[in-house]
């Protein structure tokens, strides 16, 4: 089953401290959602173990991720493979940023794959807006992560940016 | 249903209560889940997610580990064994557990044994295997390009292509077509459909080491020839095979084939000396076992302007799958397909199947059907109703009209078939009055001016059962004849064993009214059983509507050799000579003597206590019978049906099946037959189809998907008869139970083709559901 999603976000931040968050395993890996376990093997590399339920289909994946950056065009492709519950899971998502004023920034997010095996069939008719869901909160938890950061720090200096919020 | 009084004196005929039925609604049957062995293990199946894939790795360590998990066996295990793959039915062989790539989603990768099943099951998740997904081909048309990949590359032709198949004269068949008044030409497609009996198939495999025998309980509906293939494929000497098929939940022929999860179940007894079970789920049932039909077909039909049919020109693309595991007889690589000419005299016909591999699950089996015989019947059934409308002309005017007349019988069709009988005009008549046919004409006319959509569909259809006859039809070279044994016990009861396997068919009850029948015994005091190869004789089993053409003639003729012996007896007790002796009233009388008698009960009390000098004690028989034909039933199906212009919904206003199956040995078993396989036919038409995405994911996984119609969905069945025996049948019986699968879904199509016609409609594929209705009426203009 193929799958295609995209949207967008607006993040606090500039563009360098949005690429340097989402180019790191550490931050990004703790975005996935409903995480079971996460290993990060290093800066681009991590695993997870989330839990996943499409209608009659409820089990645990184990998703292997690879992020690679694009440093002159801040962009972030991410290759994910899953496999669980008789499963296969494969997607390619990708990142692009761009400011949208001095402190902020809009990222553009796609992803494409496929899903195979009893999610694709069993929980078929349900999968698509599950799937658009849980890949679109991998970006929402990016940006709500991207912004504690920022906005943290900002405090700190005594400024606030928390002008920008939610996304699409 | 009106059911007869329980039968006195003769037992054929009669609408005998099933003697089976008592166990059944009581819940008293043994079916094979039923069946617990001590120290016995539960086997779970891995399957694959992908359609097409190289296994990288496999890791069970994790499933090893958990407490009660005894065996994890792969593809790789078996092929050290000589076992990764099997020989299929059709000449072709398939991998046990998935051996360097898999074919199909779903396929078995490996299997977990285990204490329990949930344990089994939990275990099967902790098997990791590592796949390299690869193109994934699930259209035939695309499978057939020359660039397309490789699906086998396990086989030395290095293409897609199974087989080709043809029949007839292509050149006159050519020729007659460019002169005909009139050619049409109809693509059809028969959708890929699954048999989904209620019981989905399993095994036990009960390897007992000290004795090397193995018992096997097992869903099958052919359990010789099954442990003749168990012994080929494990080298198990055939004698210390010993397989039981207990009472079985509906097959359909979705139980014929041999599926690597029995195979498995087998090594895995084997390796642990343990009794093994494996039950399928109902989405592994739909996944992994047999599918039917997917046959892709183009007809072209000629005739005279008048509606004379001259010739019949048919090509057939043929899905298989991953392999070809289609359940036909080994000569009849696309079955008994070749009976497309249908109840109608074609002066010449061509056929021809090419087969081609893709990623789906393969099988090829006969659901309901006697090998291919339900998409040749759809085909030309449906074709027919093009030509009909291609003419203006009535469709039963047309079918009247061409019908092959009862003095041409034995008939030879074009295709080669020597149909044994029919009186096809009759059966239509008869169908027609009943229906009310013309009056119901001028009434679709009204509602149609009312703005009504409804339509009548006709399927006069021609199956050709009862494989077969040994010099044309084998499976895997063993001959497809049938056999019975009878012994008469000194009380005057008697057991019946034949080689076939009932699944619902009533065996238990028109078995034994037969013997009733041809030896004066009361069927209720005959017990039938079937499905133990240690006891029963050696048959081929009971699919495609072959036990009654079959192993019913071989009862009769047992119970023939029987009373032979019986009549003996009868003189030496009479004191006459043999010669002054009748078979009369079911007994032996003295020719014109007829209180001077003996019954079967007193001669089988005699033929244990009071026999002449000489006689070898005991009353009993075996035979086996190798049919001298197939037999052809045939019926004329009516249907009307409305249609909602607003949802697509179809309405089955009223449904008339006149079916002709020969003699009838239980009207009330018949007509049992006839409701569930026009419920199947209701079924495929508006309702089934096994369904693949692009990438090969199986969207019917489950009865939410894959819908099977309840008392609700379907409609009322109205049902009748004719009867013309079978001539070289020793009965006179022709088989029933899969005609209504066969001759309904061409009945119910016409009917909804004919309601859309005004709208210049001429064909919609199966199935027809609201959906696709719904759109092809917008896409004709109708809004409401």
């Given at each position: 089953?193929?799958?295609?999603?995209?949207?967008?976000?607006?993040?606090?931040?500039?563009?360098?401290?949005?690429?340097?968050?989402?180019?790191?395993?550490?931050?990004?890996?703790?975005?996935?959602?409903?995480?079971?376990?996460?290993?990060?093997?290093?800066?681009?590399?991590?695993?997870?173990?989330?839990?996943?339920?499409?209608?009659?289909?409820?089990?645990?994946?184990?998703?292997?991720?690879?992020?690679?950056?694009?440093?002159?065009?801040?962009?972030?492709?991410?290759?994910?493979?899953?496999?669980?519950?008789?499963?296969?899971?494969?997607?390619?998502?990708?990142?692009?940023?761009?400011?949208?004023?001095?402190?902020?920034?809009?990222?553009?997010?796609?992803?494409?794959?496929?899903?195979?095996?009893?999610?694709?069939?069993?929980?078929?008719?349900?999968?698509?807006?599950?799937?658009?869901?849980?890949?679109?909160?991998?970006?929402?938890?990016v940006r709500d992560a991207v912004n504690r950061l920022v906005n943290t720090s900002a405090s700190e200096?005594?400024?606030?940016?928390?002008?920008?919020?939610?996304?699409? | 249903?009106?059911?007869?009084?329980?039968?006195?004196?003769?037992?054929?005929?009669?609408?005998?209560?099933?003697?089976?039925?008592?166990?059944?609604?009581?819940?008293?049957?043994?079916?094979?889940?039923?069946?617990?062995?001590?120290?016995?293990?539960?086997?779970?199946?891995?399957?694959?997610?992908?359609?097409?894939?190289?296994?990288?790795?496999?890791?069970?360590?994790?499933?090893?580990?958990?407490?009660?998990?005894?065996?994890?066996?792969?593809?790789?295990?078996?092929?050290?064994?000589?076992?990764?793959?099997?020989?299929?039915?059709?000449?072709?062989?398939?991998?046990?557990?998935?051996?360097?790539?898999?074919?199909?989603?779903?396929?078995?990768?490996?299997?977990?044994?285990?204490?329990?099943?949930?344990?089994?099951?939990?275990?099967?998740?902790?098997?990791?295997?590592?796949?390299?997904?690869?193109?994934?081909?699930?259209?035939?048309?695309?499978?057939?390009?020359?660039?397309?990949?490789?699906?086998?590359?396990?086989?030395?032709?290095?293409?897609?292509?199974?087989?080709?198949?043809?029949?007839?004269?292509?050149?006159?068949?050519?020729?007659?077509?460019?002169?005909?008044?009139?050619?049409?030409?109809?693509?059809?497609?028969?959708?890929?459909?699954?048999?989904?009996?209620?019981?989905?198939?399993?095994?036990?495999?009960?390897?007992?080491?000290?004795?090397?025998?193995?018992?096997?309980?097992?869903?099958?509906?052919?359990?010789?020839?099954?442990?003749?293939?168990?012994?080929?494929?494990?080298?198990?000497?055939?004698?210390?095979?010993?397989?039981?098929?207990?009472?079985?939940?509906?097959?359909?022929?979705?139980?014929?084939?041999?599926?690597?999860?029995?195979?498995?179940?087998?090594?895995?007894?084997?390796?642990?000396?343990?009794?093994?079970?494996?039950?399928?789920?109902?989405?592994?049932?739909?996944?992994?076992?047999?599918f039917a039909r997917d046959y892709h077909m183009e007809a072209e039909l000629g005739a005279t302007k008048?509606?004379?049919?001259?010739?019949?020109?048919?090509?057939?693309?043929?899905?298989?799958?991953?392999?070809?595991?289609?359940?036909?007889?080994?000569?009849?690589?696309?079955?008994?397909?070749?009976?497309?000419?249908?109840?109608?005299?074609?002066?010449?016909?061509?056929?021809?199947?090419?087969?081609?591999?893709?990623?789906?699950?393969?099988?090829?089996?006969?659901?309901?059907?006697?090998?291919?015989?339900?998409?040749?019947?759809?085909?030309?059934?449906?074709?027919?109703?093009?030509?009909?409308?291609?003419?203006?002309?009535?469709?039963?005017?047309?079918?009247?009209?061409?019908?092959?007349?009862?003095?041409?019988?034995?008939?030879?069709?074009?295709?080669?078939?020597?149909?044994?009988?029919?009186?096809?005009?009759?059966?239509?008549?008869?169908?027609?009055?009943?229906?009310?046919?013309?009056?119901?004409?001028?009434?679709q006319d009204e509602r149609r001016r009312k703005g009504e959509l409804v339509g009548i569909g006709l399927?006069?259809?021609?199956?050709?059962?009862?494989?077969?006859?040994?010099?044309?039809?084998?499976?895997?070279?063993?001959?497809?004849?049938?056999?019975?044994?009878?012994?008469?016990?000194?009380?005057?009861?008697?057991?019946?064993?034949?080689?076939?396997?009932?699944?619902?068919?009533?065996?238990?009850?028109?078995?034994?009214?037969?013997?009733?029948?041809?030896?004066?015994?009361?069927?209720?005091?005959?017990?039938?059983?079937?499905?133990?190869?240690?006891?029963?004789?050696?048959?081929?089993?009971?699919?495609?509507?072959?036990?009654?053409?079959?192993?019913?003639?071989?009862?009769?003729?047992?119970?023939?050799?029987?009373?032979?012996?019986?009549?003996?007896?009868?003189?030496?007790?009479?004191?006459?000579?043999?010669?002054?002796?009748?078979?009369?009233?079911?007994?032996?009388?003295?020719?014109?003597?007829?209180?001077?008698?003996?019954?079967?009960?007193?001669?089988?009390?005699?033929?244990?206590?009071?026999?002449?000098?000489?006689?070898?004690?005991?009353?009993?028989?075996?035979?086996?019978?190798?049919?001298?034909?197939?037999?052809?039933?045939?019926?004329?199906?009516?249907?009307?049906?409305?249609?909602?212009?607003?949802?697509?919904?179809?309405?089955?206003?009223?449904?008339?099946?006149?079916?002709?199956?020969?003699?009838?040995?239980?009207?009330?078993?018949?007509?049992?037959?006839?409701?569930?396989?026009?419920?199947?036919?209701?079924?495929?038409?508006?309702?089934?189809?096994?369904?693949?995405?692009?990438?090969?994911?199986?969207?019917?996984?489950?009865?939410?998907?894959?819908?099977?119609?309840?008392?609700?969905?379907?409609?009322?069945?109205?049902?009748?008869?004719?009867?013309?025996?079978?001539?070289?049948?020793?009965?006179?019986?022709?088989?029933?139970?899969?005609?209504?699968?066969?001759?309904?879904?061409?009945?119910?199509?016409?009917?909804?083709?004919?309601?859309?016609?005004?709208?210049?409609?001429?064909?919609?594929?199966?199935?027809?559901?609201?959906?696709?209705?719904?759109?092809?009426?917008?896409?004709?203009?109708?809004?409401?």
């Open positions: 089953m193929q799958l295609h999603y995209e949207g967008q976000q607006s993040v606090d931040g500039s563009v360098g401290e949005v690429f340097r968050f989402i180019c790191d395993a550490h931050n990004v890996g703790p975005c996935t959602p409903d995480l079971v376990d996460l290993d990060v093997l290093d800066a681009a590399h991590f695993h997870a173990t989330v839990k996943v339920g499409v209608g009659p289909v409820k089990g645990k994946l184990k998703l292997e991720v690879a992020l690679l950056p694009q440093e002159e065009q801040h962009s972030l492709t991410l290759t994910i493979h899953g496999s669980g519950m008789g499963s296969g899971v494969d997607l390619t998502a990708s990142a692009a940023l761009t400011p949208s004023d001095v402190s902020h920034t809009v990222m553009d997010w796609q992803a494409n794959g496929s899903v195979s095996g009893p999610l694709a069939t069993v929980g078929g008719r349900l999968l698509d807006k599950q799937a658009q869901r849980i890949i679109e909160q991998v970006f929402v938890n200096e005594g400024t606030d940016r928390s002008a920008s919020g939610g996304g699409s | 249903m009106a059911i007869a009084e329980e039968p006195t004196g003769h037992v054929m005929g009669h609408a005998m209560k099933r003697k089976e039925d008592p166990r059944f609604i009581t819940g008293q049957g043994r079916y094979l889940d039923d069946i617990v062995l001590p120290r016995m293990l539960y086997m779970a199946i891995v399957h694959s997610p992908y359609a097409h894939a190289r296994i990288k790795s496999i890791d069970a360590s994790a499933a090893l580990q958990l407490p009660g998990v005894h065996l994890v066996l792969t593809g790789a295990d078996l092929d050290q064994m000589g076992l990764g793959w099997m020989p299929t039915m059709a000449g072709d062989r398939e991998m046990t557990l998935a051996v360097g790539k898999v074919l199909y989603q779903y396929q078995e990768v490996a299997v977990v044994l285990a204490e329990s099943r949930a344990l089994a099951e939990d275990a099967a998740q902790l098997v990791e295997v590592e796949y390299e997904p690869l193109p994934v081909i699930v259209d035939p048309f695309e499978s057939m390009k020359p660039d397309a990949p490789v699906l086998r590359e396990d086989r030395e032709q290095k293409d897609n292509h199974v087989f080709h198949w043809e029949v007839g004269d292509r050149t006159a068949t050519e020729q007659l077509l460019r002169s005909c008044d009139v050619v049409v030409r109809q693509k059809v497609r028969f959708q890929r459909i699954h048999p989904a009996p209620l019981e989905p198939c399993g095994c036990i495999a009960d390897f007992n080491k000290a004795t090397g025998r193995l018992t096997l309980y097992m869903t099958s509906q052919a359990p010789h020839a099954h442990r003749t293939v168990f012994s080929m494929v494990t080298g198990i000497p055939e004698q210390n095979i010993h397989i039981i098929s207990p009472d079985v939940g509906g097959g359909f022929g979705n139980k014929v084939p041999i599926y690597p999860g029995y195979v498995a179940a087998i090594v895995a007894s084997l390796k642990l000396g343990r009794p093994v079970k494996w039950v399928e789920t109902r989405t592994e049932n739909l996944t992994e076992t047999a008048d509606g004379v049919v001259q010739a019949l020109k048919v090509k057939t693309i043929a899905d298989h799958g991953a392999f070809d595991a289609a359940a036909d007889p080994s000569k009849f690589p696309a079955g008994l397909f070749s009976i497309c000419t249908g109840s109608y005299d074609f002066p010449n016909a061509f056929a021809e199947v090419d087969a081609f591999y893709t990623n789906k699950t393969p099988g090829g089996i006969a659901y309901r059907c006697s090998f291919r015989v339900t998409e040749a019947s759809y085909l030309i059934e449906r074709t027919m109703d093009v030509l009909a409308d291609e003419l203006g002309m009535d469709p039963a005017e047309l079918r009247l009209k061409n019908f092959v007349p009862p003095e041409k019988f034995p008939y030879h069709s074009a295709l080669g078939w020597t149909y044994d009988s029919g009186r096809y005009a009759e059966t239509l008549k008869k169908a027609l009055e009943r229906f009310d046919y013309t009056k119901r004409r001028q009434e399927s006069t259809f021609t199956e050709v059962v009862g494989a077969g006859p040994s010099q044309t039809f084998d499976i895997m070279g063993i001959k497809m004849f049938d056999s019975a044994e009878i012994r008469v016990h000194p009380t005057g009861s008697a057991i019946v064993r034949a080689g076939t396997r009932h699944q619902g068919q009533g065996h238990e009850t028109t078995w034994a009214q037969i013997v009733g029948e041809e030896l004066g015994l009361d069927p209720q005091n005959i017990l039938v059983e079937e499905g133990d190869t240690d006891t029963a004789p050696y048959g081929l089993g009971t699919y495609a509507s072959r036990s009654t053409p079959t192993a019913g003639a071989a009862i009769a003729m047992a119970a023939r050799r029987i009373r032979e012996k019986a009549q003996k007896i009868a003189a030496y007790l009479l004191e006459v000579s043999e010669e002054d002796l009748e078979w009369r009233d079911q007994k032996f009388q003295v020719r014109g003597v007829p209180s001077k008698a003996v019954t079967m009960q007193e001669i089988a009390f005699a033929a244990y206590t009071n026999l002449p000098e000489g006689m070898e004690p005991g009353l009993e028989a075996t035979y086996y019978y190798d049919p001298p034909n197939l037999t052809f039933p045939n019926g004329a199906y009516l249907c009307q049906v409305s249609i909602d212009k607003g949802t697509g919904e179809v309405k089955v206003e009223k449904f008339l099946a006149v079916d002709d199956c020969g003699n009838v040995i239980n009207p009330m078993i018949v007509e049992g037959q006839i409701h569930g396989g026009l419920t199947e036919g209701f079924a495929i038409a508006f309702m089934q189809e096994i369904v693949y995405d692009e990438d090969g994911n199986h969207l019917a996984t489950n009865f939410s998907d894959y819908l099977v119609p309840t008392a609700w969905e379907a409609p009322d069945w109205e049902t009748d008869r004719t009867v013309t025996p079978s001539p070289h049948h020793p009965i006179g019986a022709k088989g029933v139970g899969e005609s209504p699968n066969v001759g309904s879904p061409a009945a119910f199509v016409n009917a909804v083709i004919d309601a859309l016609s005004p709208l210049g409609i001429r064909h919609i594929d199966m199935p027809l559901t609201r959906e696709k209705i719904w759109r092809a009426l917008r896409e004709h203009g109708i809004e409401e």
